[in-house]
């Protein structure tokens, strides 16, 4: 018989409470939503609203899935692992409430949704999204984990990263005229893979994080305004040069600079010294949708 663990415990059935409070953490974008349906705070566009908040919500949650392994290396904090799996397979929990809100919104006209999928660009990069993270939530616990092999269940977790890529695209592709903070959340991304190279390649985590600190936000900058040359034919470098005027509103580089900024200076402020390196173990890959 299968056994089912209690998420806020540990592995051996111990209570954690990081767990416990990452756990109810998880539902109160949902607890959130639900309240400002119910009272009437989404008028007029009850469903339609509610899409665009799980959709952020999903892709929210698949970032931090993401910040998790990053902040375990460079905050020295393994217990984090814990957390991964939940916060991941919240992610595709949101993504499905989103779809399903968009086949409410569509008064279930199923035909009507396939045909929708197939025919938009930005709904098919969506659902190929879900139908991903659909897999790794699925092939996210103990047993499926043991079925697959580690290397094996490895290779196919690693497609998260792909599934992020396609997530920023659908999220990008449907802002129209404003992509801030889809820009803004491509900039956390570049942030967050850069520093998992580097480290892969040998570098220290402070180093890394430096690294993604001083390209990330640059190379934001430049995707928003190559986005809005191409998509909405404004100049160039009408749009890179709002990055430092400052009379233009806050840009999302500068959010992905600051993001970039408390990285490192946590990995700075957790930097073990090169005596005691080699005695911190390095935590045991663990099930997640998010590595
Ligand atoms: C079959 C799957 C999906 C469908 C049919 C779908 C549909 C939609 C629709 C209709 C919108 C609103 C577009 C508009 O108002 O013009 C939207 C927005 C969005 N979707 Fe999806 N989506 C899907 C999958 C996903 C997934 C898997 C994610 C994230 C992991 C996601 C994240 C978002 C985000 C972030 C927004 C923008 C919300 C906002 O800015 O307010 N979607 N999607």
Redesign the pocket.
């Known amino acids: 018989m299968v056994q089912l663990k209690a998420p806020w415990n540990e592995r051996n059935g111990r209570f954690s409470p990081l767990k416990a409070v990452v756990f109810a953490g998880l539902f109160v974008p949902a607890a959130w939503i639900a309240y400002l349906a119910a009272t009437g705070a989404l008028e007029p566009k009850v469903v339609?609203e509610m899409?665009?908040?799980t959709?952020?919500w999903?892709?929210r949650f698949?970032t931090l899935a993401l910040l998790v392994t990053p902040l375990m290396r460079g905050a020295r904090y393994p217990k984090l692992v814990a957390i991964r799996r939940m916060v991941g397979v919240a992610?595709f929990a949101y993504?499905s409430a989103?779809?399903s809100l968009?086949i409410v919104?569509q008064h279930f006209a199923l035909l009507h949704?396939v045909s929708e999928?197939a025919l938009r660009f930005y709904?098919t990069i969506?659902?190929v999204?879900?139908l991903g993270?659909a897999a790794l939530a699925a092939t996210s616990t103990d047993a499926m984990i043991r079925r697959l092999g580690g290397p094996r269940w490895k290779t196919l977790h690693s497609l998260v990263y792909g599934i992020a890529v396609l997530?920023l695209l659908?999220?990008m592709i449907?802002?129209?005229a404003d992509v801030s903070?889809?820009v803004m959340m491509t900039g956390f991304f570049i942030v967050l893979m850069l520093f998992r190279v580097l480290v892969k390649r040998g570098l220290p985590a402070w180093g890394a994080a430096l690294a993604g600190a001083i390209v990330s936000p640059p190379l934001t900058a430049l995707i928003e305004a190559a986005w809005y040359a191409l998509v909405r034919h404004i100049p160039f470098w009408e749009v890179l040069s709002a990055n430092v005027d400052p009379d233009m509103a806050f840009r999302p580089s500068a959010y992905v600079a600051l993001g970039g900024a408390a990285f490192l200076i946590v990995t700075l402020l957790r930097r073990a010294p090169a005596t005691r390196r080699s005695a911190i173990l390095v935590p045991r890959p663990a099930a997640s949708v998010g590595r």
């Open positions: 339609t899409i665009h908040r959709g952020q999903a892709i698949l992610a993504a989103h779809l968009y919104d949704v999928i709904l969506g659902f999204t879900w993270l997530a659908h999220f449907q802002a129209k903070e889809p």
